[in-house]
T-cell receptor, first 107, second 114 residues
Framework: DQQVKQNSPSLSVQEGRISILNCDYT??????FLWYKKYPAEGPTFLISISSIKDKNEDGRFTVFLNKSAKHLSLHIVPSQPGDSAVYFC??????FGKGTRLSVIA | DAGVTQSPTHLIKTRGQQVTLRCSPKSGHDTVSWYQQALGQGPQFIFQ???????QRGNFPDRFSGHQFPNYSSELNVNALLLGDSALYLCASSRYDSSYNEQFFGPGTRLTVL
């Protein structure tokens, strides 16, 4: 049973445009949600989180939105940069990860 | 600060063998967690060690065991290897009372079972 689902394995976006990565969850008991970024040959690095009692959290170019009624969250990156090209994991806490979405930002 | 380090980087074993992976936590961290990331999947929690004891465990069989040393470093042992154990094994360190966003991951050990 996949508690955290990232249904898009990959996403390509042009540099300067918005990247939107989506995540759905089934477990209503998650305390908060986290997004991680992973480059090849490196471990995941924490990017941004959101409490289950909030609906939005912003940090620079990164914003996470949480829609509890739909059990859906999304990560917005604006503007997208080539260095953002990586695999992005959504996770519910205690840590249950989705399968990840590979973002490619094209210059 | 070297961050979280793991050794070896890559490892090839055959079915039925045993393997030991090692992790040194980030300076100031006392808790080590291990994750398995199979190809095309997200990391899956194996277990967490604090004060040299296993504190939490995910849905993994007893073939997976661990150890934490007084210097907070940790080992992951896998016995009777199966082909399905081929994966990237990630170690993450943190302070015991911290939240997940304060957990730092190492680069992982790539285990291939033939």
């Amino acid at each position: 049973d996949q508690q955290v689902k990232q249904n898009s394995p990959s996403l390509s976006v042009q540099e300067g445009r918005i990247s939107i990565l989506n995540c759905d969850y089934t477990n209503s008991m998650f305390d908060y949600f986290l997004w991680y970024k992973k480059y090849p040959a490196e471990g995941p690095t924490f990017l941004i989180s959101i409490s289950s009692i909030k609906d939005k959290n912003e940090d620079g170019r990164f914003t996470v939105f949480l829609n509890k009624s739909a059990k859906h969250l999304s990560l917005h990156i604006v503007p997208s940069q080539p260095g953002d090209s990586a695999v992005y994991f959504c996770a519910g806490a205690p840590l249950v990860f989705g399968k990840g979405t590979r973002l490619s930002v094209i210059a | 600060d070297a961050g979280v380090t793991q050794s070896p980087t890559h490892l090839i074993k055959t079915r039925g063998q045993q393997v030991t992976l090692r992790c040194s936590p980030k300076s100031g961290h006392d808790t080590v967690s291990w994750y398995q990331q199979a190809l095309g999947q997200g990391p899956q929690f194996i277990f967490q060690y604090y004060e040299e004891e296993e504190r939490q465990r995910g849905n993994f069989p007893d073939r997976f065991s661990g150890h934490q040393f007084p210097n907070y470093s940790s080992e992951l042992n896998v016995n009777a290897l199966l082909l399905g154990d081929s994966a990237l094994y990630l170690c993450a360190s943190s302070r015991y009372d911290s939240s997940y966003n304060e957990q730092f991951f190492g680069p992982g050990t790539r285990l291939t079972v033939l």
